[in-house]
Every structure is written in structure tokens, then in C-alpha cells.
């Protein structure tokens, strides 16, 4: 039962920096390969915060969404001057650089990373797996509600219009430079939350934790599920963490399985698994259609008088 619950808690953890990634990727349309960078900083912060200052987990949290917003937000402003495969580039050298930062900095504990984080304390008891799993998902429903309340407010509508067309939507009067920067900090700010949530799971970090692989793992999800739709990156999460459980001998090779899935959904389904486009839309939409009962007619209007 352990072994299910660790799995369904990295699952949904990874959903959450998934949706995060899925608003800069989908909503505004940013290529972003550096995300991990963000999730280990949400989790770096909090660490720092409970270990070293002494904080609770619920004090550390709301900190450490701040500072990956803010980082977020100045490490943003760089991405706006590059577009396409320079903004691609730029995002992998962040998550390097943070990378780095955390490995060569002994104040992060260096090389050896950060242990003896404290678990989370509800109502005087600490969480245990099953417990820390219905918290994890309590915080993936609000990430989608957010989601979905930022894809039907201005800002999302703008990052929309950018992301379609960035020339027409400045003409219309809509700023480029802040729609882009609000999907940032929005999704950097969840990835953070997912960082804090991994960080006092685990309860030792360490910045392989947080590497380049991971922000691929991320894109994985994102591309697999669909880019812009709300539970595309939840399924994305869900069919990227369990296949490595079925196929643990391959466990090796996972950087060059999702390389070729990303290939192969690029190739063949652009749109992702829940796209407009997509096979799965297509399948439901047709037994939608089969299901759905067919109109009948009024029979005063067959008999004109209500004999049929």
C-alpha cells in the first residue's frame, strides 16, 4: 500500500509542475525547457526555510511561492528579447545555472544537499504517506481550478492571442510583454509548489533532483496529455510515471523513450492525447454521438391532429 501511495504522490506532484509548465508551453505559447530549475528552487527555498530559520511547513509555504514568483518573474524578463529555438536555448541555460548554484554553493548544502526537512504537521500530527497524498491532491484540484479560472480571465485570453498570433494581438492593444510574464510567474509559481510539496516529502533534496532531464520529463507530460488543455498534463503525468514502474528494466533508457515519444506525438499527434485534433477527442466525440439519443418527433406535428 506504501508503494502505491509513493507513487500516486509523485505522480501528482509532477502534475502540478506539469499544469505550471502547461500555462507558459500551452497558454502563451513560450518554449520552456528549463522548469525544473523552478521546482527545485520551490524546494530548495523551503528547505532553507524550515531547517535553517526554524519555519513550519504552512509558514515556509506561502515564502517559497514568493521567491519562485519572483525569480520566476527576473528570470523571465530575459526570455522576452529571444523567440523560438534562442528562447528554447536560454531556458536550458537557467536550469543549469540554477543547477550549478545549488551544487557549488555551500550555503545549499553543496554537492551533499539538503536533509532532515520536517514533515507536514496538520492539527498537531504529521502526515503520514496516505495523508500527504490527500494533501498533494487537495493542492492539484486548486492548480486546475486556477488553471481554469486564468484561461477564462483576461490575462489568460491575452496570452491566448499572443500565443496565436503576437503581431496581431499588439496591434489590438494587448501587451505581449506582460501577458507573457504573468503565464511565467503563474507557472513558475507552481512549480514551486510542487518543489515545497516534493521537498517535505522526500525530506532530502539534492540538485540531481532538479536537473535537465527532469524539465524534459515535464515536457513529456505536457506534449503527451495536450499543450493548452486542462487535464491534458494531468494525464500526461500519470501515463509518464507509471510506465517507468511497468517497464522498471528500462528504467536506464527512460531519457531515450521520451525522446522518441516526444517524436512520435510531434510527428503524429501535435495536439496530444485530450488536443482538438487528437485520436482520443475524435474516439470520444463519436461515442458521443452513438450514445446520445436521437430527437423525436412531435407527433402533432406527424399527424397534425396527434394520431400517428
Not at 513560450?30 to 511547513?57: E, N, P
Not at 536550469?95 to 536533509?115: D, H, K, M, R, S
Not at 493542492?139 to 485570453?157: I, K
Request: charged share 10%.
Amino acid at each position: 500500500m506504501d508503494y502505491f501511495a509513493t507513487v500516486a504522490t509523485l505522480i501528482v506532484i509532477q502534475a502540478i509542475a506539469a499544469c505550471g509548465l502547461n500555462v507558459i508551453v500551452g497558454y502563451a505559447g513560450q518554449i520552456s525547457l528549463g522548469h525544473a530549475a523552478f521546482f527545485g528552487i520551490g524546494a530548495y527555498a523551503s528547505a532553507m526555510l524550515t531547517t535553517k530559520a526554524g519555519l513550519t511547513f504552512w509558514q515556509a509555504l506561502p515564502a517559497a511561492l514568493l521567491i519562485t514568483m519572483l525569480l520566476g518573474f527576473l528570470l523571465g524578463l530575459p526570455s522576452l528579447r529571444v523567440r523560438e529555438d534562442f528562447l528554447a536555448i536560454t531556458t536550458i541555460g537557467i536550469n543549469f545555472i540554477v543547477e550549478a548554484v545549488f551544487i557549488y554553493t555551500p550555503f545549499f548544502g553543496g554537492a551533499l544537499g539538503i536533509g532532515g526537512i520536517p514533515r507536514v504537521v496538520v492539527m498537531g500530527g504529521r502526515l503520514g504517506n496516505n495523508q500527504f497524498l490527500a494533501l498533494c491532491l487537495v493542492f492539484l484540484v486548486l492548480s486546475l481550478a486556477l488553471c481554469r479560472q486564468f484561461a477564462r480571465a483576461w490575462a489568460g485570453l491575452a496570452c491566448f492571442a499572443v500565443r496565436e498570433d503576437e503581431t496581431a494581438a499588439s496591434s489590438m492593444g494587448i501587451s505581449p510583454v506582460r501577458a507573457k510574464l504573468s503565464a511565467f510567474v503563474l507557472g513558475t509559481g507552481m512549480a514551486g509548489l510542487a518543489g515545497t510539496l516534493y521537498a517535505h516529502y522526500a525530506r532530502f533534496i539534492s540538485a540531481g533532483d532538479f536537473g535537465f532531464p527532469v524539465s524534459i520529463s515535464i515536457m513529456s507530460m505536457v506534449v503527451l496529455g495536450g499543450m493548452g488543455t486542462l487535464f491534458g498534463p494531468l494525464l500526461g503525468a500519470m501515463i509518464i510515471g507509471i510506465l517507468p514502474e511497468i517497464f522498471r528494466p528500462l528504467i536506464d533508457y527512460r531519457m531515450f523513450i521520451y525522446s522518441v515519444l516526444l517524436l512520435l506525438m510531434i510527428r503524429f499527434q501535435p495536439g496530444g492525447l485530450l488536443g482538438d485534433s487528437s485520436l482520443v477527442v475524435g474516439l470520444l466525440k463519436s461515442l458521443k454521438k452513438l450514445v446520445k439519443p436521437k430527437n423525436i418527433a412531435n407527433p402533432r406535428e406527424i399527424g397534425g391532429d396527434g394520431d400517428v
